[in-house]
């Protein structure tokens, strides 16, 4: 009852592979919203798997889109970086502590 709450963070490893993803889930779900709002796989319920074979059928013949999917996984990858995560945190903690973030760079904060 919780997958509507629950993100996975494999999804950051399987992206990193620049491949189109497919999941199978709920479709209200925050994985399957990341993957169709960033535009990098397939998505769908147990009720349409019937359509998702269908999906990945046209997507074996469609060298095109396959590569839009896998370029949109690489770009999703390289956005959500252990140091980027960080800087974004710090962003945010700056602006709810109403100072600027630090100036010492994220990459340097993952190894202290």
């Given at each position: 009852g919780c997958e509507e709450l629950v993100?996975?963070?494999k999804l950051?490893?399987?992206v990193a592979v620049g491949r189109p993803v497919i999941f199978i889930g709920p479709r209200a779900c925050e994985m399957a919203?990341?993957?169709t709002d960033n535009g990098f796989g397939l998505t769908a319920s147990r009720e349409t798997l019937p359509?998702?074979?269908l999906?990945?059928?046209r997507l074996t013949g469609?060298?095109?889109?396959r590569t839009e999917l896998a370029?949109?996984?690489?770009?999703?990858a390289t956005a959500?970086?252990?140091?980027?995560a960080v800087t974004r945190w710090l962003e945010l903690l700056a602006r709810l502590e109403g100072s600027r973030p630090s100036e010492r760079p994220a990459t340097s904060l993952l190894q202290t």
């Open positions: 993100f996975p963070s950051y490893g399987i919203r990341c993957i359509e998702l074979g999906a990945i059928q469609d060298t095109t889109r370029g949109a996984a690489a770009r999703f959500h970086t252990p140091a980027a």
